[in-house]
């Protein structure tokens, strides 16, 4: 995983490269990708990327650190990594090697769903996307006038208005996401939150602790608790590093985390705090400190109340 300093460089020689060109896309809402027929103007696109170079300026000035979307809890200044498994078709299509195929060019902004806006050249390059929203376009059956020569006049088709804000980037390979609501709001990520935190559910059954892990697929409604387990359960986690009697006497000699423990030695579920503590004892969420002997939540820095 780059680095933020590295992060930065990477897409400054891209924006600064002579031959730094952009080509933009349009996703459909059928799924299906085609070519937003640009004029051949090179003011034009001097002017489009400038813009984003801006914006990305903007969003990566006081950028302090990279992490990964499973892991993430909303940190001013901070950038996401997209590391789940599965991705949603915007990223998809992103992944794809769109530049080097055929396709077909459009001058139609309606069924729009975003645009996919490729920056650089073959050896570097960005792909950015952007959502449409349908308040971006003014269509014709509204009277518009436009300037022609300092002449004003009707405009005869669909104005659609431009701005540099998007949503997430792919560099490398690696999709980069720096505001988490914005994706969670367009992308449908919740699905995908759920799959793969099911994946994870079925991982702790795997040890054969808890007495019930329905419970834990209940609370999977909700995208926090899914991102939480996916972070608990995925590679070089507590489950791959600890056995199940040694986080067997970890809770029971700790019973103020509201776990309780069956006949049978297995872990009971039945408050939504003890759900929320075990959740919190996989991802090491609960640390004592070795100067004051206090319990503390490691994010929050707050001493954990029973």
Known sequence: MLNVEELN??????????????????????????KLNLIDDQEMENDLIKGFKESFHQKLKELEKIDKYSEADKIENHIYLYDLANKPIQMEKMLEDFSSQEIETTTD?????????????????????????????????????????????????????FDFNFEFFLLENNIYIPNIDKLEKICKIYDILKKEASNGIKKIE???????????????????????VIKACGEN???????????LKYVKDNPHYSIKVNTQNKLILNTKKAIQNFIKILNEEILISKLTNTEYEVHSKNKFTE
């Open 109 to 161: 902004f309606l069924d729009i769903e975003g645009f996919l806006i490729l920056i650089g050249s073959e050896i570097q390059k960005i792909v950015i996307y952007k959502k449409y929203y349908a308040i971006n376009l003014l269509k014709k059956d509204k009277f518009l006038f436009m300037n022609i020569n300092d002449r004003i006049t009707k405009a005869d088709s669909e104005v659609l208005r």
């Open 9 to 34: 460089n990477k897409i400054k020689n891209i924006f600064e490269n002579e031959i730094t060109g952009i080509n933009i896309y349009v996703l459909m809402k059928n799924n299906e990708l085609k």
């Open 206 to 228: 795997e040890i054969n602790i808890l007495e019930n892990t329905s419970v834990l697929l209940e609370e999977l409604e909700k995208s926090s608790f899914a991102k939480k």
């Open 237 to 247: 986690g507590i489950l791959d590093n600890i056995n199940k009697e040694k986080l």
